[in-house]
């Protein structure tokens, strides 16, 4: 680390963005900070001694200009169902890797759909969800899996004791719901399968300090998209904490 490589950052100016400029300032990166709004962006690049870039995903060449000279392109920029296909195909044109954070289903699966079978074909590197949801279960689940070659079932349980989203996060989930509708999805024999009915509920034994708690079956995360896309495991599935689901279903919850 500490290589002094450029690594762009999209949605540079955002709770997580921040995060990620900080992380990666910390191990000796030189971020370039790039997102749709050119003010907040040159607040930050004042703040952080840093270089701005603004693109929107809607200008390729803007975007071209954004990732010129990066080692890599971070996208912080959710909801990702409109900023993830333009910002791979502007890391595909750089030929430098892609990752995100999206924890949108649907934006998750659409990118390994539509961008897995390209990025090999290229050579290129295309990571979604590297984050908390997606990511952490993901890693977890592989060291796990040790030498093992298939599995039938991971379960990821959340121990979150509350949940209180940022804009981005609501906005990401409403425009989830929206693609969804009022299903709920899981992944079973291999396979998505949308459900109707409420999800179970049930009580989960989280080692000390939280001990059992109450949660949400099948409250699906991202890891449910990033595991069974690398790994032979038949049914993925996730748990959140009843109290961290309550938080994030209420509209009055504060960011
Ligand atoms: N997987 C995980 O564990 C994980 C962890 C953290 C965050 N996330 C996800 O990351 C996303 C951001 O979360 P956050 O907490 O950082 O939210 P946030 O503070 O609200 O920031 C969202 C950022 O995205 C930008 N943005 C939104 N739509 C855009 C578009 N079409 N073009 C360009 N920029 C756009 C916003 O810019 P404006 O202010 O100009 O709208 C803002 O900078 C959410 O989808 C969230 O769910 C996932």
Redesign the pocket.
């Known amino acids: 680390m500490g290589s002094g490589q450029t690594v762009a950052v ?8 921040r995060f990620v400029v900080a992380e990666l300032v910390e191990r000796g990166f030189v971020p370039v900070l790039s ?3 050119a003010d ?1 962006l040159k607040a930050l690049a004042h703040e952080r001694g840093l270089e701005a870039r603004a693109a ?2 809607h200008d390729p060449e803007a975007l071209e200009r954004a990732l010129a000279g990066a080692a890599a392109v971070i996208n ?5 169902a ?2 993830a296909a333009p910002v791979i195909e502007a890391a595909l044109r750089a030929k430098v890797p892609y990752l995100d ?4 289903i649907e934006a998750n699966i659409d990118t390994f759909a539509h961008f897995a079978g390209r990025a090999r074909r290229e050579g290129a590197v295309i990571v979604p ?1 590297m ?5 952490l279960g993901d890693l977890l689940i592989t060291a796990a899996m040790g030498d093992w070659t298939e599995a039938d079932e991971a379960h990821i349980a959340y121990g979150l004791s509350s949940w209180h989203p ?4 609501r ?2 989930g409403a425009v989830s719901r929206e693609r969804r509708g009022e299903r709920r999805m899981r992944y079973v024999g291999g396979r998505w399968e949308y459900r109707a009915d409420a999800p179970p509920t049930m009580e989960w034994d989280f080692p000390a300090p939280m001990g059992p708690q109450p949660v949400i079956g099948e409250f699906t995360m ?1 890891d449910v998209v990033t595991v069974p896309s690398h790994l032979p495991i038949s049914d993925v599935t996730t748990y959140m904490t009843a109290a961290a689901v309550r938080d994030i279903a209420a509209p009055d919850t504060p960011a």
């Open positions: 999209f949605g540079a100016y955002g709770h997580t963005g997102g749709r709004d907040q929107t995903v912080c920029a959710g909801p990702f409109s900023t954070v999206a924890a949108e969800a984050a908390f949801f997606g990511g940022t804009a981005g996060t906005r990401s991202a």
